[in-house]
Antibody, heavy 123, light 108 residues
């Protein structure tokens, strides 16, 4: 059974930093692309980063230069380093296992999700 | 970027009724690469449908997806109490792989 367990969410001040982790089990981790998705309170879903099984990364403009995604295939763990946090980064952050080793046309959808971790950016 | 517009924003129905949710794309979605997710209150999303019409593992057959090109539909044939949730579509044909804004299915 696929399991994804996020951790690291916290209350942080504007301009601060935070690192999220996602521990994966139940599948061959390095065979799948992984993504972080966030959901602001009462809002919809937004991709915030992605990384292929081979390490290629993706960021939307909203977080480019501030967020860094990485993975440790030996530990079956996905990370999201978030810097220069802003109030509009407040959200539940989910990690998601994608449909293939790279998030390309035909496979870039999330077939498994973690339970999420809450990041609150506020003074 | 492909914009996905879901309608209606909120759908009020009773258990046992049929639900029809729409997802319209601003341009044609490659090879019907469209999924539907269900998100219950306080929970993570769950994959329901991929490839526009294929049910994910463990999804009951009362859920069905259809459509191609720019118009896609999620149908729930007979609503159960546990089906009241928010539903999102997402296209994975052309990067960036965008989400719709969601349809809330609520109990009437």
């Amino acid at each position: 059974e696929v399991q994804l367990l996020e951790s690291g969410g916290d209350l942080v001040q504007p301009g601060g930093s935070l690192t999220l982790s996602c521990a994966a089990s139940g599948f061959t981790f390095n065979n799948y692309a992984m993504r972080w998705v966030r959901q602001a309170p009462g809002k919809g879903l937004e991709w915030v980063s992605g990384i292929s099984g081979g390490g290629a990364t993706y960021y939307p403009d909203s977080v480019k230069g501030r967020f860094t995604v990485s993975r440790d295939n030996s530990k079956n763990t996905l990370y999201l380093q978030m810097n220069s946090l802003r109030a509009d980064d407040t959200a539940v952050y989910y990690c998601a296992k994608m449909g293939g080793r790279s998030c390309s046309s035909g496979s870039c959808y999330a077939n498994n999700w973690g339970q999420g971790t809450l990041v609150t950016v506020s003074s | 970027e492909i914009v996905l517009t879901q309608s209606p924003g909120t759908l009020s129905l009773s258990p046992g009724e049929r639900a029809t949710l729409s997802c319209r794309a601003s341009q044609s979605v490659t090879s019907s690469y469209l999924v539907w997710y269900q998100q219950k209150s306080g929970q993570a999303p769950r994959l329901l449908i991929y490839g526009a019409s294929s049910r994910a593992i463990g999804i009951p057959d009362r859920f069905s997806g259809s459509g191609s090109g720019t118009d896609f539909t999620l149908t729930i044939s007979r609503l159960e109490p546990e089906d009241f949730a928010v539903y999102y579509c997402q296209q994975y044909g052309i990067s960036p792989y965008t989400f719709g804004q969601g349809t809330k299915l609520e109990i009437k």
